[in-house]
């Protein structure tokens, strides 16, 4: 996608927004508002740009069937047949695709299988519960084997065990060559996903790639290092004297050293090299600032 812009009215829904999102798991991040179901209807063909342009495989994807063939949809509102079972409802689904009925039948038993449907299938969508149509609109939107998922706020609803399982799904898909693309506001659960990452705020794109990557490019902001050890006065004698490290303090009430540090990857070897050199016993070490939360926070107060 080029520059690409959605306005209702005099109201910004996507402004100025250039990336390329590629096979894998990608998660979509944001707000409420923020732009991310405007985002995903443009690149499902339910808007026309504004302005900018969005393509796949060199295509326009706004009513573009050609294009439609390519990607498999799983809404964050719910729009079943209710009457329908779910094997009833994801066949209907793969027949208008274009499908033989037999066709139709064996796609919707395989992917009833991969979502961990199947034994439940033939039972009425309307006694559904809110984790089963959840793995139920994943099923229509893979029934005709597209190349690229977009899932809207596809966890809302899962209880804990379910989300975990429907991670796995995904995670799946991943590996088999899929493009994914899940959008969330729930930062903790979209880091057990994937470091790859797309963050909107008000409509524009504050950042794309990598979460590492991303956090070691926030330069005003140090990165938070703790790390528990057996004799802290003489750990922090030492530890200051390393390059990088910007601030030390130790907290008794955590009982931890606490370091603020530039260039982490830098700090991080000579951290290990001193360890071994001076024979220093950790028991503890973590970096809580090395996080989707804390980055997310700091691109937007940016």
Not at 38 to 59: A, D, K
Not at 200 to 212: E, F, K, Q, S
Not at 254 to 268: G, I, Q, T, W
């Amino acid at each position: 996608m080029t520059n690409l812009s959605r306005w209702y009215g005099q109201v910004i829904g996507l402004n100025d927004v250039s990336c390329e999102i590629g096979p894998g798991l990608t998660a979509l991040l944001g707000m409420n508002g923020a732009g991310k179901s405007t985002l995903m209807r443009l690149i499902t063909g339910q808007l026309r740009p504004t302005t900018g342009s969005v393509e796949i495989y060199g295509m326009q994807p706004f009513a573009n069937p050609e294009v439609y063939r390519h990607l498999g949809y799983c809404p964050e509102i719910d729009d079943f047949y209710e009457r329908y079972t779910g094997r009833k409802f994801i066949q209907y689904l793969a027949r208008l695709s274009g499908m033989s009925k037999s066709e139709a039948s064996d796609r919707t038993q395989h992917v009833l299988e991969f979502v961990g449907m199947a034994d439940r299938a033939d039972r009425k969508i309307a006694g559904y519960s809110k984790g089963m149509r959840q793995r139920i609109k994943l099923a229509q939107a893979m029934v005709h084997d597209p190349d690229i998922i977009l899932l809207d706020e596809p966890l809302n609803g899962l209880d804990p065990v379910g989300r975990r399982e429907f991670m796995n799904v995904l995670a799946g898909l991943a590996e088999n060559g899929k493009t994914i693309l899940v959008s969330s506001h729930i930062l903790f659960e979209v880091e057990q996903m994937t470091r790859s990452l797309l963050l909107l705020h008000r409509g524009r794109l504050l950042a794309n790639g990598d979460l590492g990557v991303i956090r070691s490019l926030i330069d005003k902001h140090p990165h938070q290092v703790r790390l528990e050890v057996d004799d802290p006065r003489r750990a922090a004698e030492l530890l200051v004297g390393l390059p990088n490290v910007e601030s030390l303090r130790y907290d008794y009430g955590d009982r931890a050293l606490k370091m603020e540090v530039r260039n982490p990857d830098s700090f991080y070897d000579s951290l290990s090299q001193l360890i071994i050199e001076k024979k220093i016993r950790v028991h503890g070490f973590s970096s809580p600032d090395n996080n989707l939360e804390s980055v997310f926070r700091y691109l937007v107060e940016s």
